[in-house]
């Protein structure tokens, strides 16, 4: 499964997808292309180096790519020029939130990879950073009538990933979510024979973390089940 995580617009939450969402239950690194956001992890692969990435697409079967916002419309214009070369990914996730300029930067995306030659049923949408008393169909109104009425992409309700504090938790503990969940430690115990405040503090908010990555993974599960099925 070799899937691109993009967007014309910034702020939807690209990375963080890709990091939590796509990587972990691929079992893979995802490799960035020149994304702005240098403290994600991965491995960076400049949109000018665009035959590096086809290489790498070629010769394995599982990758997932993060494209920048700054530097999707090279990404596109390389894939234009090396025509077919869409075939190497297996679909294009666009993670969208509830801003209309985002919804519109969406709408323009979809559309963009339309022209290339892309089938709706390979540009899958994510509808990201949702509360939870939210209304999906609502909320995303003009990309439900955009999909239904176009038939370009694939939409689902329930790939529906909601605001949770864990995603910002995580970058200040360097671990993703699966990190958390999946650290043995017993931070309960340590904390009790912890001696310092730092030491107390850094126990805490593992545990917190830990609270709150459970259901960070449990939506993240539910959301990967239905995105690429």
């Known amino acids: 499964m070799r899937v691109a995580v993009v967007n014309f617009s910034g702020n939807v939450g690209k990375s963080t997808l890709a990091r939590h969402l796509l990587a972990p239950r691929f079992n893979t690194e995802m490799i960035r292309v020149e994304t702005i ?31 920048g916002a700054s530097n999707i419309e090279a990404f596109i214009h390389a894939m234009n020029q090396y025509r077919n070369s869409h075939e190497d990914f297996d679909y294009f996730v666009i993670p969208v939130t509830s801003e209309v300029k985002q919804q519109k930067d969406t709408i323009s995306t ?14 899958r949408v994510v509808f990201n950073k949702v509360e939870t008393t939210a209304n999906v169909r609502e909320e995303f109104g003009s990309i439900f009538r955009y999909a239904e009425a176009e038939r370009k992409c694939v939409v689902r309700p329930e790939a529906t990933v909601y ?13 993703t979510v699966n990190e958390i969940i999946t650290d ?38 539910a959301v990967f089940k239905v995105l690429l099925k």
């Open 37 to 67: 956001n240098a403290d994600e992890g991965g491995e960076n692969i400049k949109a000018s180096q665009f035959d590096e990435l086809q290489g790498h697409l070629l010769v394995n079967d599982v990758a997932v790519i993060d494209v």
């Open 163 to 175: 605001v949770n504090d864990v995603f910002e938790k995580s970058k200040g503990l360097g671990k």
């Open 110 to 123: 979809i559309e963009t990879l339309a022209t290339l030659g892309i089938p709706g049923k390979k540009i």
């Open 184 to 221: 043995p430690t017993d931070y309960r115990a340590k904390l009790k024979e912890s001696k310092g405040e730092t030491e107390r503090e850094s126990c805490v908010q593992m545990i917190i973390a830990k609270r709150l990555a459970e259901s960070a993974n449990e939506n993240l599960d």
